[in-house]
């Protein structure tokens, strides 16, 4: 293919793209997406008609850093798949694993700017992304911040499942991978702290590496003490038989936290193309959070009896995990090999909560403790034969089982006292079987097979008795990949999948939780649904490509979900009165989107231009759930579209690198059912950093995270039942500012 056709067929491919965009979105949305549209195909028209690069010449510049590596493995994966290695990890010095993913295509983090929260994909709610630990899942109630950036080695986003990786994952899978043990490696030494709202967070972290003959080691270890400001008002009105009711409350309050975060690798080598691994991970943290509220309460315009009232309260919290992973692998022959895969561990969390009160009409006392405690295993097994000319066959099996124990006890005094508990066990067993083919059919086509069977069987002893819930699915899986030119940068990805996500144990287990608060329509009781089955998607995906020389890309995808047993929590008004919200399988939804992607150095379009790496993406989503009425008719936190704008410098001047990024998303409203519709504002996030180094070891680091912090503003609405109620709450978010020494040893 001759330049003139290659740049025919990406200006085909982004057309098509176009149309579909069109489509689907809004005047509004599309004059956002001019510019970096513009950006993009400029910078691609002036790749395009550069000079041809020899094979010699292409041999030079594909692997020049770890960041081109990231780029070729993510070029010649035929599923869609995104590669962060060490180096961009290591770059912008963020503090968790969320702040590292949030700049990526389509990844968005829940809860208020700059505190991390739920790690989300394409938009969709925490439940719908898989996450996976050195390719095993997490076990339920792991929390993934638990990990530092020193901690990972590189981080795997599939954008569409795949039979080995697992179908459980409607809106895509992020695999984490520790660090690896490398022969010859300094020690990292990294020692700081970070400053937000007056409080001061101190760290200090070592990555250290041990090699032999037969075998490499390394260990990471973090100490933290994070300690931070946390302050929200809440207003509420509400207009019921009584008449109109209005309070405002505000809460004041402060988080210390002291943790400890290890993992290691140790890998011994055997007979030849023999290897063993083991990765244990340890994580301790403890912390309190005492506060102060104050309330008012009105109703009909006369102040309630005993207000305004005031409230003490103290949360204590002990959490501990301790995971085994293991690592068996043996070359079979010369063209298949075995692989075993464990993982055993647990975790445990105490919490005590007390809050005293002048007056429990406008602020429950409560006095609350609860125990939760894991334990989890599993094996895997994972047969590979590759039989030439780019074919590769691979089927395995996996089995997991879960034990949980969960105890809370509490006294909630709302008008008249009473107590409550959600005691319950119970257990799960997962098993499933894979196989998928691997196939470079032609220099142009290459394809990728799959199928996989999972069946889940929960069981538990709750209060209300035995509960058994057993589900079944089967997902057929197929990806494709198309490069019109064998040498040439573009291609085109497609994929068809089906995919699931199954209830997790607390939504299965019918027990009670009581709210803590005024028990209303804004904030009811919690129980969970026995009989829930799981939610099925069928996907397409549909993506245009092209790779730029120094891990530089630009990309265009769209894709297309349609979810079958939608689980939504329904509130309803029992016959005494209390309010109670349940997830129950209400109908069928619909959700596409658009993703948009520039990566590349500015140098390569612009002569003498200064280093300056860009790193832009735009992504724009819709979805409706067609049981409900529109307008806002959207799934779970759903945002209409989300944006990232990053850029890094090196001077020449000076051994200084600079960069930053504004992360933004827009408010929107959600209409849960025909009652109630909850509302959530704008984020936009900026951060800037400053890296100096001192030598070829030593360097110091400067961040500012969350500039020009935006309160977080969430509400709900209600109306039904003889009830209008409109509860909204502001969040305060505070900038962070981080000073860092990175030294190695």
Do not use: C
Request: hydrophobic share 30%; net charge positive; no cysteine.
């Amino acid at each position: 293919m001759d330049q003139k056709e290659n740049l025919n067929f990406t200006r085909q491919g982004y057309s098509y793209l176009g149309k579909l965009f069109d489509m689907h979105f809004t005047p509004t949305a599309r004059t956002v997406f001019i510019p970096f549209a513009f950006s993009a195909v400029a910078a691609l028209a002036q790749q395009t008609t550069a000079p041809a690069t020899t094979a010699s010449d292409m041999g030079r510049i594909e692997i020049t850093s770890g960041r081109d590596n990231d780029t070729q493995q993510r070029r010649e994966s035929t599923a869609s798949k995104i590669v962060i290695g060490r180096e961009e990890i290591e770059r912008q010095g963020d503090a968790n694993l969320g702040e590292i993913l949030k700049r990526m295509p389509g990844i968005t983090l829940g809860g208020a700017p700059g505190r991390g929260g739920g790690i989300r994909m394409r938009g969709l709610s925490q439940g719908y992304t898989q996450i996976l630990l050195d390719g095993q899942r997490v076990p339920p109630g792991f929390s993934v911040e638990s990990l530092t950036p020193e901690m990972i080695e590189r981080v795997e986003i599939y954008r569409a499942p795949t039979a080995e990786t697992g179908a459980q994952a409607i809106a895509g899978t992020i695999n984490i991978i520790t660090r690896e043990g490398r022969k010859g490696m300094p020690t990292e030494l990294k020692v700081g702290s970070s400053f937000q709202g007056g409080y001061a967070s101190p760290s200090a972290s070592l990555v250290k590496y041990h090699d032999a003959d037969k075998w490499t080691a390394n260990y990471t270890l973090s100490v933290n003490r994070y300690a931070a400001p946390d302050r929200s008002e809440n207003d509420l009105t509400r207009v019921d038989n009584l008449g109109t009711t209005v309070r405002h409350r505000v809460s004041d309050s402060h988080y210390d936290r002291e943790g400890m975060n290890a993992t290691a690798r140790l890998q011994l080598k055997g007979d030849p193309g023999e290897t063993f691994t083991l990765m244990p991970f340890v994580a301790l943290s403890q912390g309190k959070t005492p506060g102060t509220m104050q309330a008012t309460e009105t109703l009909n315009g006369t102040a309630v009896a005993n207000s305004p009232a005031t409230a003490n309260s103290e949360n204590k919290n002990h959490f501990a995990v301790a995971r085994l992973n293991g690592q068996w692998r043996r070359k079979l022959s010369t063209d298949s090999s075995m692989e075993w895969k464990f993982n055993v561990g647990g975790w445990n969390s105490h919490n005590e909560f007390q809050q005293t009160s002048t007056n429990s009409s406008l602020i429950p006392g409560v006095t609350e403790n609860s125990h939760v405690q894991d334990r989890s295993a599993n094996l895997s097994g994972k047969y590979t034969n590759v039989m030439g000319g780019g074919h590769q066959w691979v089927s395995g099996a996996e089995t997991e089982s879960v034990r949980r124990t969960q105890s809370v006890v509490g006294t909630y005094i709302v008008g008249p006292s009473m107590s409550g508990s959600a005691n319950y066990q119970a257990s799960s067993m997962r098993y499933a079987v894979y196989s998928q083919d691997e196939w470079q059919l032609t220099p142009h086509w290459a394809t990728h097979l799959g199928a996989r069977y999972e069946g889940l069987t929960t069981e538990g002893n709750t209060s209300a008795g035995d509960v058994t819930n057993r589900n079944s699915v089967f997902t057929p899986l197929m990806h494709a990949m198309w490069r019109p030119d064998p040498d040439s940068r573009d291609q085109v990805r497609m994929s068809l999948t089906r995919s699931f996500k199954t209830p997790t144990m607390p939504t299965l287990l019918a027990r009670r939780v009581y709210t803590r608060d005024d028990n209303t329509p804004t904030n009811p009781d919690v129980s969970g649904n026995p009989n829930l089955k799981p939610e099925i998607a069928t996907g397409l995906d549909i993506a245009v490509e092209r790779y730029l020389p120094q891990g530089g890309v630009l990309s265009a995808s769209a894709f297309h979900r349609r979810v079958q047993n939608l689980i939504r929590n329904v509130t309803t008004r029992e016959s005494n009165g209390r309010w109670l919200s349940s997830p129950q399988n209400i109908s069928e939804a619909i959700t596409e989107g658009i993703e948009l992607e520039a990566k590349f150095r500015m140098d390569q379009w612009i002569t003498d231009a200064p280093h300056i790496d860009l790193r832009n993406n735009l992504s724009f989503y819709r979805s409706r759930v067609l049981s409900i009425m529109g307008p806002d008719n959207r799934l779970d936190q759903q945002p209409s579209m989300t944006a990232n704008l990053g850029a890094d410098y090196r001077l020449k001047s000076a051994p200084l690198t600079i960069g930053g990024n504004i992360n933004y998303n827009p408010g929107y409203n959600t209409r849960l059912s025909a009652e109630q519709l909850t509302t959530i504002s704008q984020k936009r996030v900026m951060d800037v950093y400053g890296l100096w180094r001192v030598d070829g070891s030593t360097a110091w680091r400067l961040t500012l995270s969350n500039l020009n912090p935006l309160n977080y503003n969430t509400g709900s609405v209600y109306s039904g039942n003889g009830v209008t109620e409109n509860s909204r709450t502001s969040n305060r978010s505070w900038t962070n500012v981080q000073i860092l020494l990175e030294k190695k040893l």
